[in-house]
């Protein structure tokens, strides 16, 4: 980890396309401004933390979870054909 040490008003460079601004110091806060392109997501790090940890939660899949898929019948395809739960018959 890089550790500087920036007055209020000084800036810091990261590549050639974001500055990163101290605006305010008060107390234990400080404000930072941000310059950076649209494309670059900027998240304050305990909410970055808290979606990663929602995203992993979402995706882990229990298997026994999707055993009842069989009974719910046949499946409609977007060509407007269905096929039965039992792949027999086949409707266009």
């Given at each position: 980890?890089?550790?500087?040490?920036?007055?209020?008003?000084?800036?810091?460079?990261?590549?050639?396309?974001?500055?990163?601004?101290?605006?305010?110091?008060?107390?234990?806060?400080?404000?930072?401004?941000?310059?950076?392109?649209?494309?670059?997501?900027?998240?304050?790090?305990?909410?970055?933390?808290?979606i990663?940890?929602?995203?992993?939660?979402?995706?882990?899949?229990?298997?026994?979870?999707?055993?009842?898929l069989?009974?719910?019948?046949?499946?409609?395809?977007?060509?407007?054909?269905?096929i039965?739960?039992?792949?027999?018959?086949?409707?266009?």
């Amino acid at each position: 980890m890089l550790i500087l040490a920036r007055k209020t008003g000084e800036s810091i460079k990261i590549g050639d396309n974001i500055t990163l601004e101290v605006i305010s110091v008060a107390g234990n806060t400080v404000k930072i401004g941000i310059e950076a392109p649209k494309e670059v997501g900027i998240l304050r790090k305990e909410l970055y933390d808290m979606i990663k940890n929602e995203n992993i939660s979402a995706s882990a899949v229990n298997l026994s979870d999707l055993s009842g898929l069989n009974d719910l019948g046949g499946i409609s395809r977007p060509d407007g054909a269905y096929i039965d739960k039992d792949k027999k018959n086949i409707k266009t």
